[in-house]
């Protein structure tokens, strides 16, 4: 063996490792133009991508917030809420907010955000984007917050705390079958009891008053 031109010395590509290599390459071309067509979609969609089951009773003045909320797309240049607005990500889709908090707690949230945060935010705090929402007159953020906690999310949609209601033969004969005994003799709780009795019973003990 000769060391002086390696070059010259590669073995050669045997015809399945050519095979393995395409194959490769149009699986990636092909991965990454999948998801680039998903993040296109994703991005330039203004639906959610799954489905928000959105429960809503509004009181008068939770009326009134709905329409400060949609007057002059202050919230919703950066929020959605009943499917319209704006479509930023996790955390400003506030379809469901009112199973995730209280009126008291959003109520604080638009008057103090990073006190009630408790850390500080992206949007909201002093000189943020946002800011502009605490200085509203306190009547009208009650108005917004009652407004927000009147949309709850039915249990087992994409935004509820609260998992499906439904009662499933299938669920409860995997769980008789395979479940360890601990989960049978009541040291687990069945959440899917307590949102069977009430839609908010599970929701209640997630959310933040
Ligand atoms: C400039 C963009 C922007 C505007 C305008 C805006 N928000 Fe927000 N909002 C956000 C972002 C981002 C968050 C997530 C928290 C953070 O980091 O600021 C948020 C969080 C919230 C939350 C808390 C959600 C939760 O459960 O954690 C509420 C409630 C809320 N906004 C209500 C409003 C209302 C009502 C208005 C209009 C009066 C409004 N926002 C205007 C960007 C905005």
């Known amino acids: 063996m000769s060391r002086q031109s390696p070059s010259n010395h590669k073995p050669p590509v045997k015809s399945g490792e050519r095979i393995i290599f395409i194959v490769t390459i149009i699986f990636l071309v092909l991965a990454g133009a999948a998801f680039g067509g998903m993040e296109y979609v994703r991005h330039h969609s203004d639906k959610p991508m799954f489905s928000i089951t ?3 009773q509004f009181s008068p003045e939770a009326k009134r917030g709905m329409q400060l909320f949609f007057r002059g797309g202050s ?3 950066c929020h959605r809420a009943l499917n319209s607005g704006t479509n930023m990500g996790p955390g400003t889709d506030l379809d469901g907010e009112g199973s995730k908090r209280g009126l008291t ?3 604080n949230f638009l008057r103090m955000p990073e006190q009630t945060y408790n850390g ?3 949007d909201h705090g002093p000189g943020k ?3 502009f929402v605490s200085d509203w007159k306190a ?3 009650h108005a917004i917050a009652a407004f927000l906690a009147a949309l709850e999310a039915k249990s087992g949609s994409s935004v509820s705390p609260v998992p499906p209601s439904e009662v499933s033969p299938f669920v409860d004969s995997m769980v008789r079958k395979f479940a360890p005994e601990s989960w049978k003799t009541g040291k687990f709780k069945d959440m899917r009891k307590d949102s069977r009795v009430s839609k908010k019973a599970g929701a209640s003990q997630e959310k933040q008053q």
């Open 129 to 131: 984007a946002a800011a």
């Open 139 to 141: 009547e009208d953020l």
């Open 105 to 107: 707690w959003i109520y």
């Open 120 to 122: 500080e935010t992206l």
């Open 54 to 56: 959105t429960d809503y």
């Open 75 to 77: 919230c919703t240049d």
